[in-house]
Nanobody, 118 residues
Framework: QVQLVESGGGLVQAGGTMRLSCTASGTTYPINVMGWYRQPPGKERKFVASINRLGITRYADSVKGQFTAIRHTARNTVSLQMNGLKPEDTDVYYC????????????WGPGTQVTVSS
């Protein structure tokens, strides 16, 4: 069974940096696209960033130049380097792994809380 597990969340002061990491287990396939989403309480999950096996990245407009997605394809691991954090970056961040290329589905991690204090 495929599982994604995030790590690296916590509390940081505004202007600080934080790196989230996510590792997928339970599959021998190299996951094509891995990404990050965020979800405010009571609201829909929103796209943050993604990176594919070739290292091609996509970012939400709100985080361009601030966040960087990093991929370790051989280990099915993705990281999100977050710089210049602001209180409005506070959310639960979820890792996503897309295995639909292999006839499977998308998988999600349980989420990790990121809190930026002012």
């Amino acid at each position: 069974q495929v599982q994604l597990v995030e790590s690296g969340g916590g509390l940081v002061q505004a202007g600080g940096t934080m790196r989230l990491s996510c590792t997928a287990s339970g599959t021998t396939y190299p996951i094509n696209v891995m990404g990050w989403y965020r979800q405010p309480p009571g609201k829909e999950r929103k796209f943050v960033a993604s990176i594919n096996r070739l290292g091609i990245t996509r970012y939400a407009d709100s985080v361009k130049g601030q966040f960087t997605a990093i991929r370790h394809t051989a280990r099915n691991t993705v990281s999100l380097q977050m710089n210049g954090l602001k209180p409005e970056d506070t959310d639960v961040y979820y890792c996503n792994g897309d295995l639909r290329d292999y006839g499977d589905r998308e998988y999600w991690g349980p989420g990790t809380q990121v809190t930026v204090s002012s």
